[in-house]
């Protein structure tokens, strides 16, 4: 089938989800789509998975533009929306203010694919801002945050179950 797997990452994460679930997927005309140059009409495929990685607390800017433009289009296709994040306790939230109710309810998976906070990824601003979010993590008198990472084995998941489609 014709399978749209697009993105919007802004330090690789989700990229590297996507590329890695791509992969995964031999057995289908898969197009890779980067948020940020492309943004492919949903309507022109069979299937569409479609996530992004959150940013200051809402979905990285090619996301929700994305989702502005084609999210109608988007639930009229089967799909699956996956979100990369640091804070998986907040998941719920952060899906709720990306995807709208009927995108997020006519989705045939709703995957978390973790999320990384590596400094040496990051330039400027945001390097600061990753290393705040690492020690906030890791000085959390209450114990309970842990420091996040990527979870392959998310998107091995998702493909095993795409592959037999
Ligand atoms: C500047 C910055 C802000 C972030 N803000 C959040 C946030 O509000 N909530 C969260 O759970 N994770 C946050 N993260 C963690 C990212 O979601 C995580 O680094 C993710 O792996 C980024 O994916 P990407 O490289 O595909 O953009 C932030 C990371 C950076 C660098």
């Not at 990369?84 to 995957?111: G, M, N």
């Amino acid at each position: 089938m014709k399978l749209l797997i697009a993105y919007a990452s802004k330090s690789g994460t989700a990229k590297k989800a996507a590329e890695e679930l791509a992969a995964a997927l031999p057995n289908h005309a898969v197009t890779l789509a980067d948020l940020a140059v492309q943004q492919p009409d949903p309507a022109a495929f069979d299937y569409a998975v479609v996530g992004g990685s959150i940013r200051m607390g809402k979905a990285y800017k090619p996301l929700r533009r994305y989702l502005a433009a084609h999210g109608k289009a988007l639930a009229d296709v089967p799909h699956a929306l996956f979100l990369c994040c640091a804070f998986s306790d907040q998941l719920e939230h952060y899906q709720a203010i990306t995807f709208p109710t009927a995108l997020r309810e006519s989705a045939e998976h709703l995957v978390y694919f973790g999320g990384e906070l590596d400094v040496a990824k990051q330039k400027g601003i945001d390097r600061l801002l990753t290393r705040m979010m690492r020690s906030a993590i890791q000085n959390d008198e209450d114990g309970e945050l842990a420091l996040p990472g990527y979870l392959p084995e998310h998107v091995r998941l998702l493909a095993d179950v795409l592959r037999k489609k």
